[in-house]
């Protein structure tokens, strides 16, 4: 059986640090389907198309990845993808009680495992959150976003 996970996320916008996520997984698993998470509550700066195209044009050469966008939970997206996993960065503590939480949700209601990777420690800092306030005050952020690779010739 294939062994396919979802990293789920509101990814506004994606970042290094989610491409890092990314990345590390691939040897993990056969396939990753990105889910980009549609989110009423959350004020968001680039609609979820705009979200998914940029993400989907990172990945163009990569046919192990899948992005998609979805409005319902992780874990049904899980089960339509056929994905037996979820995969998730934990950045600090932070982060660690929230993901933990929603982790065994996750499992006690569908089975599905969360994988969770440590954020590499120059990453830990960057957040969708903190690019938006800067690109709201003009500063440039594109150290920030991930670039499709150029082929090499
Ligand atoms: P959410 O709104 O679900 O937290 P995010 O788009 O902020 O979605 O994050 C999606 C996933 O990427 C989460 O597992 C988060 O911990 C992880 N992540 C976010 N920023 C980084 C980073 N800088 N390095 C590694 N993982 C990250």
Do not use: C, Q, W
Not at 37 to 44: D, F, L, M
Not at 68 to 84: C, G, K, M, W
């Amino acid at each position: 059986m294939e062994r396919i996970a979802i990293f789920p996320g509101s990814f506004d916008p994606f970042t290094i640090g989610h491409a890092s996520i990314v990345e590390r997984g691939l040897p993990l698993f056969d396939k990753i389907v990105i889910g980009v998470g549609i989110n009423e509550s959350k004020r968001s700066l680039y609609s979820v198309a705009e979200r998914v195209e940029a993400i989907r044009r990172l990945y163009v050469d990569e046919p192990r990845i899948r992005v998609v966008s979805y409005n319902d939970l992780t874990i049904d997206l899980a089960r339509r993808e056929n994905a037996r996993f979820i995969l998730r960065g934990l950045r600090s503590v932070k982060d660690f009680e929230y993901e933990r939480d929603i982790a065994n949700m996750n499992e006690r209601l569908s089975g599905i495992e969360t994988v969770l990777l440590f954020t590499e420690p120059h990453y830990s800092s960057i957040s969708s959150s903190v690019v938006r306030e800067l690109i709201a005050f003009g500063k440039d952020v594109e150290e920030f976003l991930p670039h499709p690779k150029k082929v090499e010739e």
